[in-house]
């Protein structure tokens, strides 16, 4: 059973420019989730996408935005890069149940940020 | 906002000794989660535990729920270098809706030298 897909692993842009981070769930999981990890704050979520709709956001400037496809794969996009963007970008997948609540997470997309 | 705080931030220790990870919130969690993560990869999980009291095993690794759901433990059993990781607690808020979102510790990077 394959697992998180996330690319690309490595990325370096400059200030102001964008970027565009995919993400590829294990099959049958159906909720897809961001998150941002830095050295200095941890896992910081940014949202979640489950049928096509963003259920959740986190506290992130709208620069940050997100979109979820019918097949499950997601895609999110940061506008405008900052020095303060650099960061690991992990994507992770879910079952849909309740009781757990259990990530899969990919191997992450290293953004640096010139 | 619902935190995990997560002690010790940094531990380093020698083969064959035993430690303990501690994770503490003022706040209920339905389940709770602990993850390793190497540098370079997304975090992996090791154990979710549900119920109030809960203790897993885990080959050398023992995992405990607090009773009231706001806490938990990992307790390690002469750890070895290949235990050498960030290991992250991670909560389900009570009564969310999510089922992706949820709060991390801010980490705890263990290193067992030989």
């Known amino acids: 059973k394959a697992g998180v897909t996330q690319t690309p692993r490595y990325l370096i842009k400059t200030r102001g420019q964008q970027v565009t981070l995919s993400c590829s769930p294990i099959s049958g999981h159906r909720s897809v989730s961001w998150y941002q990890q830095t050295p200095g704050q941890g896992l910081q979520f940014l949202f979640e996408?489950?049928?096509?709709?963003?259920?959740n956001k986190g506290n992130f400037p709208g620069r940050f935005s997100g979109r979820q496809f019918s097949n499950s794969r997601s895609e999110m996009n940061v506008s405008t890069l900052e020095l303060g963007d650099s960061a690991l970008y992990l994507c992770?997948?879910?079952?849909?149940?309740?009781?757990?609540?259990?990530?899969?997470f990919g191997e992450g997309s290293r953004l640096t940020v010139l | 906002t619902q935190l995990l705080e997560q002690s010790p931030q940094f531990l380093s220790i020698q083969e064959g000794e035993n430690l303990t990870v501690y994770c503490n919130s003022s706040s209920v969690f339905s389940s709770l989660q602990w993850y390793r993560q190497e540098p370079g990869e997304g975090p992996v999980l090791l154990v979710t535990v549900v119920t109030g009291g809960e203790v897993k095993k885990l080959k050398r690794l023992t995992f405990q729920f607090g009773d009231a759901r706001k806490d938990s433990s990992l307790h390690i059993t002469a750890a070895q270098p290949g235990d050498t990781g960030l290991y992250l607690c991670?909560?389900?808020?009570?009564?969310?809706?999510?089922?992706?979102?949820?709060?991390f510790g801010q980490g705890t990077i263990l290193t067992v030298h030989p």
């Open positions: 996408y489950f049928s096509e709709t963003q259920r």
């Open positions: 992770a997948s879910s079952l849909v149940l309740r009781s757990t609540g259990e990530l899969f």
């Open positions: 991670a909560g389900d808020p009570a009564g969310g809706t999510s089922y992706g979102k949820l709060t």
